[in-house]
T-cell receptor, first 111, second 114 residues
Framework: QKEVEQNSGPLSVPEGAIASLNCTYSDRGSQSFFWYRQYSGKSPELIMFIYSNGDKEDGRFTAQLNKASQYVSLLIRDSQPSDSATYLCAVGKNTGNQFYFGTGTSLTVIP | DTGVSQNPRHKITKRGQNVTFRCDPISEHNRLYWYRQTLGQGPEFLTYFQNEAQLEKSRLLSDRFSAERPKGSFSTLEIQRTEQGDSAMYLC????????????FGNGTRLTVT
């Protein structure tokens, strides 16, 4: 079983819609959760992080964490074509200092 | 804060040659990570330093790979006797101390082994 799993997509949404990206993780003791955006040929860029159950909002982005279900999601409201990228979910474990990444979900926002 | 800097940006080498990459982390970050990423995959952990100490190393990392961080500042990643399967983007990231500190990535070094 992979440490972090994401649907690879591609996910397509029209401009202005809400994009919903999902991620599950296997280690119930994981403590920190991150979303990164990666444009083609570029390095990952941190968008959001969340540590506690519930929702965390930052501008058009909302991260949601449900530790009981081992599930973390990212909502992008009012999606823009510039949001078209691959979104990586990363999980920090409670032992050691490794961060495990999913394979990423490719998002395309259609003008 | 100039961010994480990696050099070179691109490296093309012939199979069997040795290559070395450099990473300069964000100055106040004492943790430094190396990851490898291939097309369509997420970053794969290679190794991690806290200050100058190499604290973790992936069991997937062959003995052809070695990393150093001699003074707890910049780090180098060397690959000896490169193979075509080593072709990938090599990402360096740094973070502050703390279990919740996020990783900040450099622009990466893209290695092509011919």
């Amino acid at each position: 079983q992979k440490e972090v799993e994401q649907n690879s997509g591609p996910l397509s949404v029209p401009e202005g819609a809400i994009a919903s990206l999902n991620c599950t993780y296997s280690d119930r003791g994981s403590q920190s959760f991150f979303w990164y955006r990666q444009y083609s040929g570029k390095s990952p860029e941190l968008i959001m992080f969340i540590y506690s159950n519930g929702d965390k909002e930052d501008g058009r982005f909302t991260a949601q964490l449900n530790k009981a279900s081992q599930y973390v999601s990212l909502l992008i409201r009012d999606s823009q074509p510039s949001d078209s990228a691959t979104y990586l979910c990363a999980v920090g474990k409670n032992t050691g200092n490794q961060f495990y990444f999913g394979t990423g979900t490719s998002l395309t926002v259609i003008p | 804060d100039t961010g994480v800097s990696q050099n070179p940006r691109h490296k093309i080498t012939k199979r069997g040659q040795n290559v070395t990459f450099r990473c300069d982390p964000i100055s106040e970050h004492n943790r430094l990570y190396w990851y490898r990423q291939t097309l369509g995959q997420g970053p794969e952990f290679l190794t991690y330093f806290q200050n100058e100490a190499q604290l973790e190393k992936s069991r997937l990392l062959s003995d052809r790979f070695s990393a150093e961080r001699p003074k707890g500042s910049f780090s180098t990643l060397e690959i000896q006797r490169t193979e075509q399967g080593d072709s990938a983007m090599y990402l360096c990231a740094s973070s502050q101390t703390g279990s919740h500190s996020p990783l900040h990535f450099g622009n990466g070094t893209r290695l092509t082994v011919t």
